[in-house]
């Protein structure tokens, strides 16, 4: 049984930080690539971020580029997104998302085999 479960999400003002873990199980982690998607209210799911196996290979979407980071402990069977500066644009729900192979599509939905249920991130002004 593959699960994926986010933690890590909370109510943040703006400017401020939080760090997102994700903890796989029932999947050999390592063999394969990470993702991040975000969900607003009323808006489709969207990419954030990218880290593929090995951690050789990152992808960011334009809007956090610079402000967020994607990392991966593949020790510990966990993907992190370490957010800075937050806006409230950045309010969401934030999913986690597997790949078995490592490819250059990585921004859609439709890439990623298994996700997790989600974590709610609220950022204040």
């Known amino acids: 049984q593959v699960q994926l479960v986010e933690s890590g999400g909370g109510l943040v003002q703006a400017g401020g930080s939080l760090r997102l873990s994700c903890e796989a199980s029932g999947l050999s982690f390592n063999y394969y690539a990470m993702g991040w998607f975000r969900q607003a209210p009323g808006k489709e799911r969207e990419f954030v971020a990218h880290?593929?196996?090995?951690?050789?290979?990152?992808d960011y979407a334009d809007s956090v580029k610079g402000r967020f980071t994607i990392s991966r402990d593949n020790a510990k069977d966990t993907v992190y997104l370490q957010m800075n500066a937050l806006e409230p644009e950045d309010t969401a729900s934030y999913y986690c998302?597997?790949?078995?192979?490592?490819?250059?599509?990585?921004?859609?939905?439709?890439?990623?085999?298994?996700w997790g249920p989600g974590t709610q991130v609220v950022v204040s002004s």
């Open positions: 880290i593929s196996s090995s951690g050789g290979n990152i």
């Open positions: 998302a597997a790949k078995l192979f490592d490819t250059s599509v990585v921004q859609t939905t439709t890439a990623y085999d298994y």
